[in-house]
């Protein structure tokens, strides 16, 4: 067996073990509020105090899966590192701001994210990013990013980072299915056993919509599931040199399900029947059809995992993708829309 079939089993296995046990406990209640800071002492001696979530960290953690797997996927095609870090820098300076502002326009809320589309905005700059980043890159003799591995590697990242990121709406309660009694019977017929319900008030279930505790869709781990099975698939054919294949089939499976699904899920997504994220997904789809055509489907470099995996594993690297997640922590994972109050005091028997 290759090494590269090797580590793809064991991706496997470790998705199906952190969904099966993400899937049952992060609806519950105590899965959404990861830590209280206190910051401000109120009158009555107690603590106004700023929730961190787990929404904010499964967030950090998908942004570094995807930053990973496209180093060690570059890497394995011979790019070197410092490509790749002006590659990422690039696209992350230019997505995470878009998916705090792509919501705002779309939804009209300032305190909320579109992972959806801050990754069809990064979609569309990634083939101009890469042609600038080669001419930046001109006194060397051939190009230093190949676009086609690139795009294959931008998309491969982006399913395996939606497919993790996922866990993040789960602890959070956002981005939820509709309730199974307001849906087609079949569908409630479904799901009837293998719903998500959301415990606690706080949950954006709950007081976006009043579903607390009620049976959902479970839209998050069904879009989890085909995200990282459509990874797992462009994984598949990157490392087996038809990365074009790989580019158009990962892009085509998860834009498409992100159409399909929305017509299972009842969060707010705007005032149109059709959303503003629906059609950014088909003009992503579009937009890659085209791109498809004059991209060149035979690698100038055979893939090779173990060159990939050793370019990540140097302790440089290391300690930039752990600034990495401890800076979209604090990003994405300081709730805006909850707060704590905190009542601190002596354990007297313990003195």
């Known amino acids: 067996m290759a090494v590269h079939d090797v580590a793809a089993a064991l991706l496997v296995l470790l998705y ?5 046990w993400a899937f049952r406990v992060l609806p519950r209640d105590g899965w959404q509020v990861l830590a209280t800071v206190p910051q401000a002492r109120r009158p009555d001696g107690r603590w106004m105090g700023l929730n961190l979530t787990y929404y904010g960290a499964f967030t950090a953690s998908a942004v570094v899966v995807a930053v990973a797997l496209a180093i060690v996927l570059l890497g394995s ?3 070197p590192f410092d490509a790749i870090l002006g590659l990422s820098v690039t696209l992350l300076g230019a997505c995470v701001p878009s998916a705090k502002i792509l919501a705002r326009l779309i939804e009209g809320k300032t305190n909320t994210f579109t992972i959806g589309g801050a990754s069809m905005f990064g979609l569309f700059l990634a083939p101009w990013i ?5 001419a930046g890159f001109i006194a060397r003799e051939d190009d230093v990013l190949p676009m086609t ?15 993790t990121g996922r866990l993040a709406c789960l602890s959070f309660g956002c981005c939820y299915g509709a309730p199974l009694n307001r849906s087609h019977p079949w569908i409630a017929g479904l799901f009837v056993h293998h719903h998500t319900a959301f415990a606690g008030e706080t949950r954006k279930a709950a007081y976006e919509s009043g579903l607390e505790s009620v049976p959902l869709v479970p839209i998050q ?19 087996h040199g038809r990365m074009a294949a790989a580019f158009l089939f990962t892009v085509v499976v998860t834009q498409m399900w992100r159409v399909g699904s929305e017509c299972l899920r009842a969060d707010y997504r705007g005032g149109r029947k059709v959303s503003w994220y629906q059609v950014l997904s088909l003009g992503g789809l579009v937009y890659a059809a085209l791109l498809a055509f004059w991209l060149a489907d035979v690698p100038s470099v055979s893939p090779d995992v173990l060159q990939g995996i050793r370019l990540l594993w140097q302790p440089g690297v290391i300690l930039c993708l752990q600034g990495l997640w401890l800076g979209m922590f604090f990003f994405t994972g ?18």
């Open 334 to 351: 300081r709730s805006r829309v909850t707060t704590a109050t905190l009542s601190m005091h002596v354990v007297k028997d313990r003195i």
């Open 221 to 239: 781990a069904m879009t989890a599931v085909v995200s990282v099975a459509a990874g797992m698939v462009g994984l598949w054919l990157f490392f």
């Open 130 to 134: 890469v042609a600038a980043l080669n």
């Open 149 to 163: 591995a690139v795009l294959a590697t931008v998309a491969i990242a982006y399913a395996f980072g939606e497919g």
């Open 16 to 20: 199906a073990a952190l969904f099966r």
């Open 77 to 79: 095609v011979a790019v």
